[in-house]
Structure formats: C-alpha cells, structure tokens
C-alpha cells in the first residue's frame, strides 16, 4: 500500500499533536516525529524565511519519495513554513508512521538532514537592535546529509 | 527568440536589486559561468552578487546544477547562496 504522504509549505503555524493523530492512527504502531523551532541565540527577535515556492515543492516531494522508498513507511507528513518566525515559533515539522520503529526513526532523521541541504530555503536574522544577517550554511549539514548516502 | 527566465533569492537579489529578470535566451551551449561573466558587467550591483563564486548556487528549471552546466533548454535559471532551511 501506499503510504500517506503530506507536504505543507506555507506561513501558517501548525499543531504537532493534530499533525501526529493521523500518522498514529495508521496501523503500523510506531511514529516519530522532529519539530524545529527558532531558537534565541541571544539577541534575535526573530527569522525571516524565504523560498523558491516551484523548486521548494519539488525538492521536498524528491525527499519524501527517497525516504518512502528506502524505508517500509506507512505515512510521511513534512511541513515547512516561511515568512516572518518570531523566537520560539514553529518552523519545520517531519512525522514518520511505520511498523517498525528503526524506519521511522530513521527516516525521519533523514528527512530533516536531507531538508535543511536540498530545500531552497533561505534564512535571515531580525535582530533586536534593527540590524540583520543572512545565515550562513553550515558545512556540518552537508556531512550529516551525506551520511546518509555512504551507508 | 525564447527567452530565460533568472530569478535571484537572499542575499543575491538584495545586491541585484530585484527578483527576477528575463533575457533574450544566451543559447544552449553558454554555461552558467559564461553567463555571470556577462551579466556582472550590467551593474555594480550584479557584479558585486557574482563577485564571489563560492557563495554561489544555481537551479535550470528548478534542479540543482553547477556553475560550469551548460544553460541547454532551460527556461529558468535561479541563483541563490547555500540553502539554509530546515
């Protein structure tokens, strides 16, 4: 059977607990999930997201399909929103269903790696004194994204 | 003649000072790099976005290439830093 596949990119907030209920009520009795937040590295008001909507749908539909076919997985659900995050807010959701907890706690590991290298996302800090800065990617992404490859 | 569509995003379309703009399509066998050579010249603005290749990212037709790929029949070319979501 195919599996359940959500994708969501847009500013909305979402609630994970709403997110889960339907990959916990597929039958397969293992689900995980990863929920990222923007985090206050002192000073940050907030992020500002912007994206490259045709190629952001794109890339996270290629994600999802290697996972779903590299690992038995009975649901998938990605949401990733852009625009304007203040500190603490909601910024990527990756839940995982599966009847066996290895594969999804494994591919829901690499789909937030593969998220963070491959969807055109750019990130800009809004700081509190006015002044702000593009994040530079981290090389350390590339190395765990790569990872998943040489296994 | 076709045209080619190049959307800019972060950092280059600050120092660009836009979002997008077409141009008469530079043929199949023009790389990408051929390309910013060419277009660096149009503005400081441009030149400044292009100045550092390393910092550099492109997408034909919403893939991921590298700077040396031939433009071919692409209708759109986007150039962008190093993808920071997640």
């Known amino acids: 059977m195919a599996p359940r596949l959500v994708v969501r990119v847009g500013p909305e907030d979402f609630d994970p607990a709403a997110e889960l209920a339907p990959l916990e009520a597929l039958p397969g009795g293992a689900v995980a999930s990863f929920t990222g937040l923007v985090r206050d590295d002192g000073g940050l008001e907030a992020l500002h997201l912007e994206h490259y909507p045709a190629m952001t749908e794109r890339q996270i539909g290629e994600i999802v399909a290697r996972a779903a076919a590299r690992w038995p997985l009975l649901g998938v659900t990605v949401i990733h929103r852009h625009g304007t995050l203040p500190v603490g807010a909601r910024i990527v959701f990756v839940g995982t269903a599966s009847s066996h907890r290895t594969a999804a706690l494994e591919a829901c590991a690499f789909l937030i790696d593969w998220l963070k290298v491959s969807a055109p996302f750019w990130k800009r800090t809004l700081r509190r004194d006015g002044s702000g800065t593009w994040v530079e990617a981290a090389a350390e992404d590339d190395d765990r994204a790569a990872r998943w490859s040489g296994e | ?86």
């Open chain 2, 1 to 86: 003649m076709a045209g080619l569509t190049i959307l800019y995003f972060a950092w280059v379309r600050e120092r660009i000072g836009r979002d997008e703009q077409r141009i008469d399509h530079p043929g199949a066998e023009t790389s990408i790099a051929a390309l910013l050579d060419r277009l660096a010249a149009e503005s400081p603005g441009h030149a400044a976005a292009f100045a550092d290749r390393a910092r550099l990212r492109a997408a034909l037709d919403q893939r991921f290439v590298l700077l040396d790929t031939p433009i071919g029949e692409a209708r759109e070319l986007a150039l962008f830093p190093p993808v920071t979501g997640g």
